[in-house]
């Protein structure tokens, strides 16, 4: 279960967890899984984005205290949603990877108000990273970060307390690496192929563009 004081004592591996993967502008050398296998959703299901019927789908694995992760966030993921996702062409999820329990904490916190909710919570941890992730009392950051997204204090607290949030995304980070072989973050998943470490707009059109014909 993790607590207040869990991380608070923890945070210290967030800033270790954020600074050893590596960035790839290109993507590194695809390799397969179960296609099949990697689409059935874990307890807490997916977020998804985009049309069922697109011709790619991407899935990613990340951590929230990763930087490599907000770095992609920041400035791929916008580029990717605008010209891809919101057109119909590539159908997208975010599942969780959490490099340590302030990363798993903030990942209950983006799942605690529905699926609704999910992509402005974690679009605006990663967004303002520095400022909850890397502080001295990140717990407190992350509280009052939250508050902009109208999780109050009780609720925030009860969000770290619930038990099959707790479970939900440990199982998913621990079927990413039993399954997929997922080791670090970020990584993604293009219509069942492995990608690892950050990607440029340009590394990933590398990889759906021939996919989609153009």
């Known amino acids: 279960m993790i607590t207040r004081r869990d991380a608070l004592k923890l945070t210290g591996l967030a800033v270790g967890a954020a600074v050893i993967l590596p960035k790839l502008g290109l993507p590194a ?31 990613e694995y990340a951590s929230m205290t990763c930087s490599h992760c907000a770095a992609f966030h920041r400035t791929t993921w916008p580029a990717l949603k605008e010209r891809y ?23 209950m916190l983006a799942r605690c108000d529905g699926d609704a909710k999910y992509y ?24 009052q970060m939250l508050r902009q997204a109208g999780i109050n204090k009780e609720k925030f607290e009860a969000c ?12 998913t980070k621990q079927r990413g690496l039993d399954t997929f072989k997922v ?15 950050e990607m440029t707009i340009e590394g990933m059109e590398k990889v759906i563009k021939p996919i989609l014909g153009s």
């Open 183 to 197: 080791d670090s973050t970020p990584t993604f998943f293009i219509n069942g192929e492995r990608y690892k470490g």
């Open 160 to 171: 770290l307390k619930d038990q099959k949030l707790y479970d939900g995304v440990n199982a």
């Open 29 to 59: 050398l695809a390799q397969g899984v179960d296609a099949a296998a990697l689409m059935q959703p874990g307890p807490l299901g997916d977020v998804w984005l985009g049309p069922k019927d697109a011709k790619v789908t991407i899935i």
């Open 85 to 107: 996702i919101d057109t119909g062409k590539v159908r997208f999820t975010l599942r969780e990877f959490p490099l340590d329990p302030l990363a798993t904490a903030a990942f």
């Open 120 to 143: 402005p919570i974690t679009d605006l941890l990663f967004d303002q990273q520095p400022a909850w992730a890397f502080q001295q009392k990140p717990v407190d950051a992350l509280e």
